[in-house]
């Protein structure tokens, strides 16, 4: 069965840097976009960022200048650099992987809490 596991949450305060990961299983083929979704009590999951095959990135407005993702093809492997934290990135982030067909692929969820 395809596997996806994340690491890299916690609690950190505001001002603070975070890096997450997120490893896909070699049993995944044909990976196209991979993306960072996020998701705070009482409100919709949200787009944080995505990065393409070749390496275009896009980024949700409120994290742009904090964010950075970043993929490893070689190891199946997206990853997503926050620093300068703040109280409202607070929420459980979790990875994407499309792959050809449209079918996607979900990591378990990995908390982030930022304190003020």
């Known amino acids: 069965q395809v596997q996806l596991v994340e690491s890299g949450g916690g609690l950190v305060q505001a001002g603070g840097s975070l890096r997450l990961s997120c490893a896909a299983s070699r049993s995944i083929f044909s990976i196209n976009v991979m993306g960072w979704y996020r998701q705070a009590p009482g409100k919709q999951r949200e787009l944080v960022a995505s990065i393409t095959t070749r390496g275009v990135t896009e980024y949700a407005d409120s994290v742009k200048g904090r964010f950075t993702i970043s993929r490893d093809n070689a190891k199946n492997t997206v990853y997503l650099q926050m620093s300068l934290l703040k109280p409202e990135d607070t929420a459980v982030y979790y990875c994407?992987?499309?792959?050809?067909?449209?079918?996607?692929?979900w990591g378990q969820g990995t908390p982030v809490t930022v304190s003020s």
């Open positions: 994407n992987i499309g792959v050809t067909g449209s079918r996607t692929y």
